[in-house]
């Protein structure tokens, strides 16, 4: 499991989320989510060969497709694919030398995981980062939900 202090640390030093499996439908999960971050002040890099553009954005269809200094510049993998999927994007995630593998909710590959933190990346499975996002920094409070974090202090929000 990912820690409360990891997740902090990975969302508040990321500035670059490449989203593979983005849709440009409005009400998929992957769109909502990718909205949220961009709306947060996160640049967000679509990953998806359907799509020439999304949120505003060209549409690639692979990370290994990305230009050099965008793949340079890529804090992020956010995987919205299955989780048999995942391990050949964890392998372009390396190779391009992004920072965090992240597999979304419901996608836990193990194989993936380990092959991320073999080659030194952070590796957070089975979680949205739009949800980590709202929780740790004062999102979900709004809504009245109970984030779980008692401190009496307010979160630093992000540029």
């Known amino acids: 499991m990912t820690d409360i202090d990891t997740l902090r ?18 009400h998929r999960p992957s ?16 990953i998806n060969p359907k799509y020439p553009s999304i949120l505003g954005e060209p549409s690639y269809p692979s990370l ?32 391009i030398r992004a920072k965090v593998l992240w597999q979304q909710i419901g996608v836990r590959n193990l194989e993936a995981d380990a092959l991320a933190r073999q ?10 980062v739009k949800i980590e ?8 409070s709004w809504a ?5 974090i008692i401190s009496a202090r307010r979160p630093r929000y992000l540029p």
């Open 9 to 26: 640390r990975i969302l508040a030093t990321s500035r670059v989320i490449a989203v593979v499996g983005l849709s440009a439908e409005w």
């Open 119 to 128: 080659h030194g990346l952070d590796s957070v499975m089975d979680r949205c």
């Open 64 to 95: 290994q497709s990305l230009p050099p200094d965008l793949a340079a510049a890529v804090d992020i993998v956010d995987c919205f694919r299955r989780t048999e999927d995942i391990l050949p994007i964890a392998q372009d995630a390396v190779a």
């Open 133 to 140: 996002h709202a929780r740790l920094f004062g999102g979900l």
């Open 31 to 46: 769109f909502f989510a990718a909205k949220y971050m961009k709306e947060h002040g996160y640049r967000i890099v679509p």
């Open 144 to 148: 009245g939900v109970n984030t779980g």
